[in-house]
């Protein structure tokens, strides 16, 4: 079983709708989660973190986490073509007190106007 | 600007040479990484330093070497190259090692072996 794995898309959305992209991962040890924008040919870039079951608001973006189903979720409301990039979601795995992030291969999104 | 900075942004060079890649991080964080993507994007940790100390060193070939001369730098030197070795490389660095901080990426340096 791959330790983080995201459905590699294209995701695609209109312009003003809701994306929704999800990441579930294998260690039930992993306390933090992260989801980074990537644009093409450019370095990831942090969106949001969480750590706590629930749900986690920015601006557009929400977070939600459910460590019973060890499942991470990244909802971007009233999506923008500027958004089209793709998204990884990086786990913090294992008992060691190291922030080792392992990635998923990412989900790309394509946002048209 | 603070950030983490690399280079070379650009590395064209053939099968068998020794390449180094430096970074530095602005930022007065004392943890650093080196990540590498693959042609199929996918990021996955190589090295992990902390105050100039390695405390991560996932399955890499001993032809990687990475070198902290300080907890601002963190250098990777490249033995050897061969093809599988083309990709992008990234630094990153985070204010502590703990398991919630946040990592802060560099630009990348990509990396093709002829």
């Known amino acids: 079983q791959k330790e983080v794995e995201q459905n590699s898309g294209p995701l695609s959305v209109p312009e003003g709708a809701i994306a929704s992209l999800n990441c579930t991962y294998s260690?039930?040890?992993?306390?933090?989660f992260f989801w980074y924008r990537q644009y093409s040919g450019k370095s990831p870039e942090l969106i949001m973190s969480i750590y706590s079951n629930g749900d986690k608001e920015d601006g557009r973006f929400t977070a939600q986490l459910n460590k019973a189903s060890q499942y991470v979720s990244l909802l971007i409301r009233d999506s923008q073509p500027s958004d089209s990039a793709t998204y990884l979601c990086?786990?913090?795995?294992?008992?060691?007190?190291?922030?080792?992030?392992?990635f998923g291969k990412g989900t790309m999104l394509l946002v048209s106007p | 600007d603070t950030a983490v900075s690399q280079t070379p942004k650009y590395l064209v060079t053939q099968m068998g040479n020794d390449k180094s890649i430096k970074c530095e991080q602005n930022l007065g964080h004392d943890t650093m990484y080196w990540y590498k993507q693959d042609s199929k994007k996918f990021l996955k940790i190589m090295f992990s330093y902390n105050n100039k100390e390695l405390i991560i060193n996932e399955t890499v070939p001993n032809r990687f070497s990475p070198k902290s001369p300080d907890k601002a730098h963190l250098n990777l030197h490249i033995n050897s190259l061969e093809l599988g070795d083309s990709a992008v490389y990234f630094c990153?660095?985070?204010?502590?090692?703990?398991?919630?901080?946040?990592?802060?990426f560099g630009p990348g340096t990509r990396l093709l072996v002829l």
């Open positions: 990086a786990v913090n795995r294992g008992n060691s007190g190291y922030s080792t992030l392992t």
């Open positions: 260690d039930r040890g992993s306390q933090s």
């Open positions: 990153a660095s985070s204010p502590r090692q703990g398991r919630g901080e946040t990592q802060y």
